[in-house]
């Protein structure tokens, strides 16, 4: 069992969830970032922390697209420790709808981490 | 500063009247004192399980880092500190003799000694967790056992 990444997260990519992650098993792509199932150990502490509440246990209906997703892209895209900068629109899509269809982007993800260092002092 | 260490090193006598005792604490709230008290508390008892013991003793050569590392696990599991990070997946790859039975008896307990130092409540969310983890490393190592590869350096 796992948890999983959904559409939400698109465009949002908050990061929250890597911070309390503790078995590093988030991957990064351009706009969204997914979850490695077999690394995931289903304890479920990033799932509160998403403010866009796009992570969701693989139990839940529905899912097949984005357990697919998931597994195919972890293996593509890098995994992803820090917390980074999220877009500074991402409130504005926070809800959208349809957004795969309009923005997903399988390019893999920048590591930007460095680049919030007072961020990352500020939060310990 | 930190009287349970020294006895978390030994599953012999404990280190003060309370782990002597093993008596109920009865905590209220989760804290990291109280979850120091339980994975000290919890794998004294797990070093001295005629079945579980043997595991541990042929995984753990070197008790205290590791205790250190399942407080961190712990109080990164229920207290969101980020303290832990790790691949428990990889680490039970790599033991030998592990079977579901030996991971119900370590579910049990784990119960016994959330249930000894917890509200029935708090309890109950360590075991939640618990099992669900259980539960995950065990379809990594009995259902998916061909992904035996070390991950990719971040």
């Not at chain 2, 959330?114 to 995950?136: H, P, Q, V, W, Y």
Request: proline share 9%; charged share 25%; net charge negative.
């Amino acid at each position: 069992m796992t948890y999983v990444v959904t559409e939400n997260c698109i465009k949002c990519k908050y990061m929250d969830c890597v911070e309390v992650c503790p078995v590093d098993c988030f991957y990064a792509g351009e706009n969204m970032l997914v979850i490695h199932p077999d690394e995931c150990i289903d304890c479920g502490v990033c799932e509160p922390e998403c403010p866009a509440e796009a992570i969701v246990p693989d139990t839940a209906p529905g899912l097949d697209k984005w357990l697919k997703l998931n597994a195919e892209y972890a293996q593509i895209w890098p995994n992803i420790v820090a917390k980074g900068t999220p877009p500074a629109d991402a409130e504005a899509f926070d809800g959208q709808p349809d957004k795969f269809e309009k923005y997903f982007s399988s390019q893999p993800g920048e590591d930007d981490t460095a680049r919030a260092p007072d961020e990352a002092a500020a939060n310990p | 500063m930190d009287a349970h260490r020294q006895t978390a090193l030994e599953p012999g006598p404990a280190c003060c009247a309370s782990c002597a005792a093993e008596e109920p604490a009865c905590f209220d709230r989760i804290t990291e004192p109280a979850i120091r008290l339980l994975v000290d508390r919890f794998y004294a008892r797990v070093r001295k399980d005629a079945d579980l013991g043997p595991i541990f003793a042929r995984a753990i050569k070197d008790w205290d880092p590791h205790l250190a590392t399942m407080r961190d696990f712990w109080s990164s599991i229920m207290l969101t500190s980020g303290r832990y990070h790790g691949n428990p997946v990889a680490a039970h790859r790599k033991l030998e003799g592990l079977t579901p039975q030996l991971f119900e008896r370590w579910l049990t307990l784990f119960a016994e000694t959330c249930g000894e130092l917890f509200e029935e409540a708090l309890a109950a969310n360590f075991m939640d967790k618990a099992r669900r983890i259980a539960t995950s490393l065990q379809l990594a190592l009995f259902y998916r056992p061909e992904h035996d590869r070390p991950r990719s350096a971040p």
